[in-house]
């Protein structure tokens, strides 16, 4: 069955600290791993994808095939990244519909 | 240029009642998905068009849900004698198609039962 695992509901951290988000998936086969995020009274906008290999906003996210993970890191949280992020999979051949976990708050204190 | 735009923003509805939500795609997404977003239940698919494409009707949650899509362009979630239970954010999102395409996401209607 295809699952994404996002473990924490909430991530509280202060500005300048490290912060990583994790996202596990359960997937028979290549799927393709997404990181979504909604600031506050925003819409939900893609943040980055696996097969990009970019860092978008300082944040970057690999992909471990074998640990079949797909963890958000940043190496120094600023405020302004407090928002809702959610991991999503797409699988292969399946047109591109978006299985997303249940979503991690993040919390950037001053 | 203009993003997915939805309608209304806000619905209440009385239980029994039938509603409409329509969504405007970004001209040329050939792709477009309704989602769902509620407290209990996370962020969940439930239909996507591709195209001329028979649309793939996996995540609709009973079959009081329906969707069309006309002229491949505007699309209209439908949810005959709504229950409490249907309470949620409901999303629309268009892409360029495939499994690897960013997604768009529409603000999102607001579906109020009592």
């Known amino acids: 069955a295809q699952r994404v695992t996002q473990p924490e509901k909430l991530l509280s951290v202060f500005k300048g600290a490290p912060v990583e988000l994790k996202c596990n998936y359960s997937?028979?086969?290549?799927?393709?791993l997404f990181w979504y995020v909604q600031y506050s009274r925003q819409r939900l906008q893609l943040l980055l994808r696996?097969?990009s290999r970019e860092s978008i906003k300082g944040f970057t996210a690999d992909l471990n095939k074998g640990e079949t993970s797909f963890h958000l890191k940043k190496p120094f949280a600023q405020e302004e990244d407090s928002a809702m992020y959610y991991c999503a999979l797409s699988g292969y051949n399946q047109g591109g519909k978006l299985i997303f976990g249940q979503g991690t708050e993040l919390s950037v204190k001053p | 240029g203009a993003g997915v735009s939805q309608s209304p923003s806000n619905k209440v509805t009385e239980k029994g009642k039938d509603v409409e939500l329509r969504c405007d795609p970004i001209?040329?997404?050939?792709?477009l998905y309704w989602y769902r977003q509620s407290l209990g239940q996370g962020l969940e698919f439930l239909i996507y068009f591709q195209g001329n494409s028979a649309p793939d009707k996996s995540g609709l949650p009973s079959d009081r849900f329906s969707a069309e899509r006309t002229g491949g362009s505007v699309s209209t979630l439908t949810i005959q004698r709504t229950q409490q239970e249907d309470s949620a954010v409901y999303l629309c999102a268009s892409s360029l198609g495939g499994a690897d395409n960013e997604q768009f996401f529409g603000p999102g209607t607001r579906l109020t039962v009592l």
């Open positions: 997937y028979s086969g290549s799927p393709e």
């Open positions: 001209s040329g997404h050939t792709a």
């Open positions: 696996h097969i």
